[in-house]
């Protein structure tokens, strides 16, 4: 089985660190009328995040402008989980993962991630929550999809194909198990004859 964990509601929690450095980020790029006012977050991928916001606050959605307030999120968010005291593993997380640790090492299982965040905050969250990243032998992240504009669904293609070459065999979609906290998660599993696991930690209801 491959298990694709999510991060956010799923795996830990930053009480808002996240969206709050992001419009922080906008800010020290554009000034005061970037917003992340009225932006949904849960479950979406950060790139489209981010052209909503820039829709929002009247931006060019640039190339440039993309780079630009990325790099300045990754700093506003090391930042703000410094200052933070909210930012931990959700409850039975370590406990989870520890259990895993020996079916993974034997092959039973790849742990793997499929989220939303880009890869450098993704990782920033998790090990500021105690969460080391190189457990998982898979990484996917929002902007890894190949289609424009990217969908969460796009990311399951490309972690089968990563979690095969790890297998040194094709992985069927039986095998693939996407665990979650929103309904965009079961989507993106079951769109493609997978498995979902729908945990309610995060803003969604069971």
Known sequence: ????????????????????AMQQAGRDCFGPRFTME?????GRLDPLILADAFAISGVPDTHEHRSLVRAAYARRLEETLDASHGAVALPGVPELLEALRPIAERGDVVLALLTG??????????????IEPSQFRVGVFGDHAATVPPRR???????VERASKVRGRSVTRGEVVV?????HDVRCATAHGGWSLAVATGRSSA
């Open 179 to 183: 665990i979650g906290d929103t309904p």
């Open 1 to 20: 089985m491959i298990l694709f964990f999510d991060i956010d509601g799923t795996l830990l929690s930053t009480t808002g660190s996240g969206v709050a």
């Open 38 to 42: 009225g932006v949904p977050v849960a």
């Open 117 to 130: 965040n880009f890869e450098e905050t993704g990782v920033l969250k998790l090990r500021r929550c105690g």
């Open 153 to 159: 669904e796009d990311l399951v293609p490309v972690g």
